[in-house]
């Protein structure tokens, strides 16, 4: 098999996610036969560095030793069990290594297998815990240009024009509050005024403010300061709103701290957690909220005071196990402070970006770096011409429109840096 007989086996059945699929009559389907550390390989022999950790899941490389083993044990001891009524030790290791780790005052652990859904359950269970202490609170807040995921509810809280746009009539109340235009102290003090004058102009329908800490990543890897954090969790107590943190991407040391809340030194009500949470190996999210929350649904069985919500999968063992791998990783190699080292390397890398003339600006918290790029209307497709040069020179690089990032497993190398920047230096100086 070659990747033209894969590609072309593909596209007769297949319909991949967030694709035009016409624009495969021009671009190469890239049929993966395996992956190692950062390197991805192709059915021809071709291999790709992966830049983007494979949709931001990825942080320990791919076929990681150590996962695999764990993964391998727990097949053989236990793949799945129904978590209603039922549990297993790999899930209850988990949760007490991740109430642990967490900001204090998150105690408990509700289960999902993706990022879309467990902000579902975030937006479910703010909305019932006012309806269970007497209080209607339909509406959510959420930032400009945010992005929570798919599904209805998390795209309703979402702010990409792109995505959203066209789903509008089907959509659940939510309201947008200006995110901090840049990673200025004073851009973050300017935007929680507006949040407050948000929060005053809907007294008493507002059941919580969602955000992504630190790095709004699907939006144009947009970054801000901790500050406003720190100032929206003391405006959300003052107002009775729920404070929920969409860590999806920035969990698991993306920020360069274990949370991207620990900068501002916060505890939301909920923390969302998906993507580096097995290590990219297995679909698992989770919620993690307050004893105060936990206990506005506890009670002696009364109707509709309970939270039935449930997936099919939820808490399954082997991404528990996979999990639980991952975080002994972080233990055993002191993960996060090795990452201030290669931050450290990409920041220098990065720097000589700003002397090409269509490059507007770049940016970089912790483990992602960006660099915007100027001039370019968008229906140049000018990420994709990046993309296409990077996939000719070894690198999966996936630009979001005019922005090239770099979100790579951290375990890459310095010589994998520099293959990685230099070919998007060479893409974008020869565009
Ligand atoms: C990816 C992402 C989601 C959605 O997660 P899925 O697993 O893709 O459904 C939600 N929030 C943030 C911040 C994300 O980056």
Redesign the pocket.
């Known amino acids: 098999m070659n990747n033209a007989m894969m590609a072309k086996r593909d596209l007769d059945v297949i319909w991949h996610p967030c694709t035009q699929m016409k624009d495969h009559e021009f671009l190469p389907m890239i049929p993966i036969k395996k992956g190692k550390g950062v390197y991805l390989e192709d059915f021809e022999g071709n291999s790709y560095i992966d830049a983007v950790s494979s949709?931001?899941v990825n942080i320990f490389g791919h076929a990681n030793d150590y996962i695999n083993d764990a993964v391998k044990k727990q097949l053989d001891t236990l793949e799945h069990v129904i978590l209603a009524g039922f549990t297993h030790e790999q899930v209850i290791r988990l949760s007490e290594r991740l109430v642990d780790m967490t900001p204090k005052g998150l105690t408990r652990c509700f289960y999902a297998d993706?990022?879309?859904?467990?902000?579902e359950v975030t937006l479910k269970m703010s909305y019932h815990f006012h309806k269970n202490q007497g209080r209607e609170r339909p509406l959510f807040v959420s930032l400009s240009n945010?992005?929570?995921?798919?599904?209805i509810g998390?795209l309703s809280v979402g702010d990409v024009e792109l995505y959203k746009e066209t789903y509008e009539p089907l959509l659940i109340r939510s309201i947008q509050t200006p995110v901090p235009k840049d990673q200025s102290e004073a851009a973050a003090l300017e935007a929680a005024e507006a949040l407050e004058i948000c929060f005053k102009t809907h007294p008493d329908e507002i059941a919580a403010l969602i955000v992504?800490p630190l790095i709004?990543?699907?939006g144009s890897m947009h970054m801000y300061h901790p500050l406003f954090l720190t100032k929206a969790r003391e405006l959300c107590s003052a107002y009775g709103i729920h404070l929920i943190a969409?860590?999806?991407?920035?969990g698991f040391g993306r920020t360069g701290t274990m949370f991207a809340c620990e900068q501002a030194g916060i505890t939301p009500d909920y923390i969302?957690l998906?993507?580096g949470l097995t290590g990219g190996y297995l679909?698992l999210?989770v919620v993690l909220t307050t004893d105060e929350v936990y206990n506005a649904f506890y009670c002696d069985y009364e109707l509709n005071k309970a939270f039935l919500h449930s997936h099919s999968y939820t808490g399954n063992a082997l991404a528990c196990a996979a999990a639980n791998a991952t975080l002994d990783i972080f233990e055993s190699e002191n993960v996060i402070v090795k990452n201030q080292e290669t931050a450290k390397y990409m920041a220098s890398k990065l720097d000589r970006f700003k002397s090409l003339s269509n490059v507007k600006e770049i940016r970089q918290c912790g483990m992602v770096a960006a660099v915007e790029l100027k001039g370019y209307d968008s229906s140049e497709r000018i990420g994709l011409k990046v993309y296409e040069y990077g996939l000719k020179h070894g690198v999966l690089l996936r630009p979001l429109g005019h922005i090239v990032y770099f979100m790579p497993p951290y375990i890459i190398t310095k010589e994998e840096i520099d293959i990685m920047m230099d070919t998007a230096y060479a893409a974008i100086s020869q565009i």
């Open positions: 949709w931001w993706n990022g879309s859904s467990a902000v945010s992005y929570h995921g798919e599904t998390a992504e709004q990543a699907a969409d860590e999806v991407m920035a969302v998906s993507k679909p999210s």
